[in-house]
């Protein structure tokens, strides 16, 4: 594999795209979101090492933590969670999920979750438990933890 070069100014551009993603989307009355959600690390670089994944579910977990006290300020119903793909660390995600005029899928009802199974050590210590509940996904093909604040509106 080839050496990742440039990392500082990767997790510097990393920093400014956390805060100007938590800084331009609304939460106004009129505002939804059909499972809108932001790949930080699209690329995937977080494949490359232990370090690399942890500094981005890191990355995910600070940005979700700020919009869900924007979005626990507004007066809309919503869900939201942080998924954390077990084979592609490009696919590791922040989701938003509200009432929307596209379907009528709100709440989300994610089935197979085990909120009981043991998170994976490269990011256990970044979770607070006291704050946080994780569980795993199984999908059939894929499966990646759930990770959402317990003061959550509605549960995924």
Excluded at 61 to 66: M, N
């Amino acid at each position: 594999m080839k050496k990742f070069r440039g990392k500082r100014r990767h997790f510097r551009n990393l920093q400014q795209k956390v805060t100007a993603e938590h800084s331009k989307l609304d939460f106004g009355k009129a505002s939804w979101f059909n499972l809108w959600h932001i790949h930080l690390d699209f690329k995937g670089n977080g494949n490359r090492s232990i370090k690399l994944r942890r500094a981005h579910i890191k990355a995910h977990l600070t940005l979700y933590k700020g919009l869900a006290v924007k979005l626990e300020a507004s007066e809309m119903s919503f869900q939201s969670w942080v998924s954390v793909d077990i084979a592609d660390a490009g696919s590791d995600a922040i989701y938003i999920h509200t009432p929307n005029p596209i379907e009528d899928n709100f709440p989300l009802m994610l089935e197979n979750i085990d909120w009981e199974a043991d998170v994976p050590f490269y990011f256990r210590d970044l979770i607070n438990f006291k704050e946080f509940e994780v569980g795993r996904y199984d999908s059939g093909t894929d499966a990646s933890y759930v990770i959402q604040l317990k003061r959550n509106k509605i549960k995924v």
